[in-house]
């Protein structure tokens, strides 16, 4: 699903060069569950952005669902997140003047999405986090974890293969946060890839498998993730195809 | 396009909405009404006086202590100006179009009339007086100096033929007969008989609302010890006769002071000067409203670009391209100046129906709206084009940024 080979992400500026990621190379396979932990500025984010072509990285191989993204065009790489990946934001990033169903709506219509498929589609979404009788509603007129379950639902709205959760819960309390994470590790058991970032190492371990990045580069992962999921393995229904192989770490 | 969610989105931000808006309104409704009344400016000041203005100047001759001939003066000075280098043709006048003075009268068909048929300016001049103006005759003739009578200011008495301009002989006759026709210009004088149409000689005023109805008699009339000559310089000759003449008139009496030598160009700037200073005031306005209307969309936008980095930011991450945000702000500009320009089109109206029964001027042609609408959608559109650009550049991480 997604294969980052000894990528690397350096900021130049004429005085210095900073590493983001150095040599930074793993594997994701679709269907896994990975979440991403490491301290502040270790490079979590920066991998996150290029993992959702929010970035573009500076050397090594990127293969996103068989696509070597690697001299994209920003309106390809556009077309591609639009496609393929779905974003969880910490902070929700819903936007404050649309109402639940516009917010919803915002990537389908970038999609290209006829009128009567999106209606069906923000209506399935809703629904499925468990708001769609609040479609009507702005953002501000819900709970924090109700406006992530909008996100959760924005980002699932367009059918990803990917998706991209960056701290979802992290500000969100523990009650709200435990909801949102149930609900991806449903979403999750339905067939979506997940990558998540998170300082919290309780949720992380809920994931398939670990990364921990220190300094731009993966220093430990979680070589045994069919021990770990075999938990909870009850209801996961592609358990077989979410073995993952680091790479490289 | 995205019209219904940014229409959404702007009904919860209104205020912004309804500012911008009620400027691209005013803009309209003036602009609109400015820019027609210039184009009435210019159309009055495009009017054709009738007369040769290239070629042609005018004078006058006063003369001071006792006994001054000033009828013998007029003719020696007459002959002397015909014989002048340069000089195609002279004649004494008592006014010329657009000089902003002259004599008027009413002409009736018959006599002691309730209401003269139609107003008319009337000009004294001599057998060579259509020649110096330089208007066309277009039916019947011209005087015969024999025709020409000495008379007082005071006295002026009642021609026995006239000429007068098309407009004047349609009014009176439309029949279009009016040659050999008599009229009076006294309420119970002798008649005049018309010998002539001229095409077009203007009043000398320009608010007239007789302006193309002017009527020439065969007089010298001087005013005192005053007179005054029209001269007409061989083309191309004008400035240098007129650098020369008042030596020559001095020279030939100096009796006599020489003075208000104008060229006839001159009297036609003179003239429509107010016209010009109103449109180039309109013009200024015209222009500092669109500047302030063009700079408050590029605030406004500016500031939203500003405000809404981090939704933007959003957008992109979801798979906005660049031309999507580009056309997002394009279209909410879109929007609020259709609204303000729906209002401004009622407002425009509005504000011609008031000139109209306030100061009388004439109705906003219909045109005037949608040519407008056509205006201040692009004037929007090109000063939202740099804030729209600049959102279009923000990058999709900021999406991921926590500030």
Known sequence: ?249 | MEIRPIFSALMRSKVSMILIGLQVALTLAIVCNALFIISERLDRMDRPSGMNEADTFWFGSTGFGQGFDVNGVQQSDLQLLRRLPGVAAATSVLSVPMSGGGWSTGISLQPNQRTSTASTAMYATDAQGLDTYGVKLVAGRNFKQEEVVARSINDRGVPSVIIVTRALADALFPGGDAIGKQVYLENDGPTSTIIGIVERAQTPWMGSDFIENATFSPSYMPYGTSTRFLVRAEPGRRDEVMKTIEQKMQEANPSRIIGRLRSIEQVRREAYSGDRAMAIILGVVIAALLAITALGIVGMASFWVAQRTKQIGTRRALGATKFDILRYFQTENFIITTLGLVAGGVLAYALSLWLMHAYQSPRLPWYYVPVGFLCLWMLGQLAVLGPALRASRVPPAVATRSV
Not at chain 1, 80 to 89: D, T, V
């Open chain 1, 1 to 249: 699903m997604l294969k980052m080979t000894h990528l690397q992400k350096v900021y130049r500026t004429h005085l210095i060069e900073t590493y983001a990621l150095r040599d930074f190379s793993i594997n994701v396979r679709e269907g896994e569950f990975v979440a991403v932990t490491g301290p502040s500025g270790s490079g979590k984010t920066t991998f996150l952005n290029i993992c959702g072509l929010l970035e573009e990285f500076t050397g090594g191989e990127y293969w996103l669902d068989g696509v070597d993204v690697r001299g994209l065009d920003d309106n390809a790489r556009s077309r591609l997140r639009n496609e393929k990946i779905g974003f969880i934001f910490q902070s929700f990033n819903l936007i404050p003047d649309l109402n639940l169903f516009d917010n919803v709506d915002v990537p389908l219509r970038y999609r290209g999405f006829g009128a009567s498929d999106r209606k069906h589609r923000i209506e399935e979404s809703l629904s499925r986090v468990g708001l769609a009788s609040r479609m009507k509603h702005y953002p501000s007129e819900l709970s924090g974890g109700q406006q992530q379950r909008v996100a959760i639902a924005r980002a699932l709205a367009g059918s990803p293969r990917l998706l991209l959760a960056d701290e979802p819960t992290g500000n969100l309390d523990s009650l709200m946060a435990r909801g949102v994470m149930e609900l991806l590790e449903e979403i999750n058991r339905q067939g979506t890839t997940i990558v998540m970032v998170t300082h919290d190492p309780e949720l992380a371990a809920r994931a398939h498998r670990n990364v921990h990045v220190i300094d731009g580069q993966v220093t430990d992962f979680d070589s045994e993730p069919a021990l770990r999921t075999s938990s909870r393995e009850s209801g996961m229904g592609n358990r077989e195809s979410a073995h993952t192989e680091p790479v490289s770490p």
